[in-house]
């Protein structure tokens, strides 16, 4: 689902004078840090831009047309010329004693992102006032505040935009997924850009020795809960958590501009594990691993190329998995190693945000 940046106009994107009219050339005058920064999202983010503004009476002779369009067109000229677009721009030009369910912080003009394919809980409306604040609770998205006083009730207040783009980019690749079937109930928090945090815990004691290779070794932060159906046995548990826990990266991903997008070579004592990933979008899975052992621990040894399998067919990624040793604990501990491995040289930031991909998308 996509996320989206709803985004104020006056005072937030360009400085508001004493009159709140902007409608003339002389008054058009950006905040410190707006262009740069917006840019940077735009270039660095999946985020929408969409700018929502109430413009009170416009059309009317206090607020006539052809004094508003000029510097706003110019503005929109400005702001492209830096590589900043937006999906939609929705202006209400009512006033506020017509209580008008379009004006902010009503949603009228904006039904169809909360009835479309939107991640609302993960958007974000920037504003200076507290109707735009008001206008995040009504849709269920989150608020950044762009005053020089702090307000409790948003879950940013700043007047920096330096500070908007950090703690945006900071939000961008995180996930969040629930998983729920007769079998199990499963709940995946993933942040890209973590410290190497973990927490799991799927009742199947070697599965969370394993997944915490993940967290140390891909340096993200990754929480996994599940419950699920082990008094029958462990696979329903160890193959959805493999389906959830692709589909989290395949959502905190994104579009992938600016990943590596490959990625692992890595010994350990005895063994040699090699995993080769592309998070192409294609899933395919090559397996080339024996085990001698029924359980490793409580979790079958058949139950790890099925976890794979349902990681690469909702994460969509490519991934050539080989190993060799003689001790079957060493052996797969080295394939989730060289597995973390290969997924944090893979989702390295490269600094280069265009799509890693000569079609222009994955």
Known sequence: MKKVLFIDRDGTIIEEPEDEQIDSFEKLRFLPGAITNLARIARETDYLLVMVTNQDGLGTDSHPEENFWPPHNKMLQILEDEGITFDEILIDPTRP???????KPGTAMLTHYIKGDF???????????????????NLGAKSIFISPESNDEATLSTESWNE?????????????????????DILVNLNLDGNGEGKVSTGIHFFDHMLDQLAK???IDLEIKVRGDLE???????????????????????????????GFTLPMDDCLAQVA???????????????????????????????????????QCNMNIKAEGENEHHKIESIFKAWSRAIRMAITDTGDYRIP??????
């Open 97 to 103: 004693k017509d209580n008008a369910p379009t004006r």
């Open 119 to 137: 991640d609302l809980e993960n958007s974000f409306v920037l504003g200076d006032r507290t109707s735009d604040i008001q206008l995040a609770k």
């Open 164 to 184: 908007i783009y950090k703690y945006l980019k900071g939000q961008f690749r995180r996930s969040s997924v629930i998983r729920k079937t007769s079998e199990t």
């Open 217 to 219: 070794h891909g340096g």
């Open 232 to 262: 029958i046995d462990e696979h329903h548990t160890i193959e959805d958590t493999g389906l959830a826990l692709g589909q989290a990266f395949r959502e905190a991903l994104g579009s992938k501009k600016g990943i590596s997008r490959y």
């Open 277 to 315: 990933l592309d998070f192409g979008g294609r899933p395919w899975l090559i397996w080339e691993a024996e085990f001698n052992r029924e359980k490793i621990g409580e979790m079958p040894t058949e139950m790890f190329s099925h976890f794979f399998k349902s990681f690469s067919d909702t994460a």
């Open 357 to 362: 991909s000569t079609k222009g998308s994955l």
